[in-house]
């Protein structure tokens, strides 16, 4: 994706934490998105982050730092079903969506 | 509260051929946005719909075309097709005032241009 970087691919232990990381272009930025998305389905919402700092939603938790233009994805007590891509990907707007940009996208493999 | 719906699920074109796509946004949503899929990449930007005019485009000739609809749906058409083309096309729907809560992506449409 356009001016955003992430790794290809991760593997992880179930019931372990896994970290994964996107950085970004920070000039026109206004807020970042995390998308999961299973093979042959479409992205489905996860988080976004306008502000600084660490957001939880259960097992799932995104840390954003604009100066660094960076942000982690964290996943904790890895499932089985938590085996998917996971998209990072940058507003550059303050109101509506043109051109959101995602990122090539996380391939997360959880391992027995 | 419907989701977004796209049909149809697959398609295969000859190239040089013309291909329409439709979308049906979710229910209070009012933008509709399309997205490129290629194999193992993420999805590309190609336009936004907002109130039935195109809001922001990505870097794609102007053989994609599209429409907005009074009722938010959408179209996306692309001419003279190219074996590049083959991908996943998604749409995606939101609100202008809900930013916080992302899109809502249909299941996209496989195309495959042979």
């Known amino acids: 994706g356009q001016n955003i970087d992430q790794p290809t691919e991760m593997t992880a232990t179930e019931g372990a934490i896994v970290q994964i990381n996107c950085t970004y272009q920070?000039?026109?930025?206004?807020?970042l998105f995390w998308y999961q998305q299973h093979a042959g389905e479409a992205p489905t919402f996860l988080s976004y982050?306008?502000?600084?700092g660490l957001e939880e939603k259960g097992r799932f938790s995104s840390f954003l730092s604009r100066s660094k233009g960076y942000s982690y994805l964290l996943l904790k007590e890895l499932q089985m079903k938590d085996s998917a891509s996971y998209l990072c990907?940058?507003?550059?707007?303050?109101?509506?969506?043109?051109?959101?940009?995602f990122g090539i996208g996380t391939k997360l493999q959880v391992i027995p | 509260e419907t989701g977004v719906t796209q049909s149809p699920t697959h398609l295969i074109k000859t190239r040089g051929q013309q291909v329409t796509l439709r979308c049906s946004s979710q229910s209070g949503h009012n933008t509709v946005s399309w997205y490129q899929q290629a194999l193992g990449q993420g999805p590309q930007f190609i336009f936004q719909y907002y109130r039935e005019e195109e809001n922001g485009r990505g870097n794609f000739p102007p053989r994609f075309s599209g429409l907005q609809f009074p009722n938010y749906s959408s179209e996306l058409n692309v001419n003279a097709l190219e074996l590049d083309d083959s991908a996943l096309y998604l749409c995606?729907?939101?609100?202008?005032?809900?930013?916080?809560?992302?899109?809502?992506f249909g299941s996209g449409t496989r195309l495959t241009v042979v």
């Open positions: 995606a729907s939101s609100s202008s005032t809900g930013v916080a809560y992302g899109y809502t």
């Open positions: 920070t000039s026109g930025f206004n807020g």
């Open positions: 990907a940058r507003n550059p707007n303050s109101g509506g969506y043109q051109k959101v940009t």
């Open positions: 982050n306008v502000l600084d």
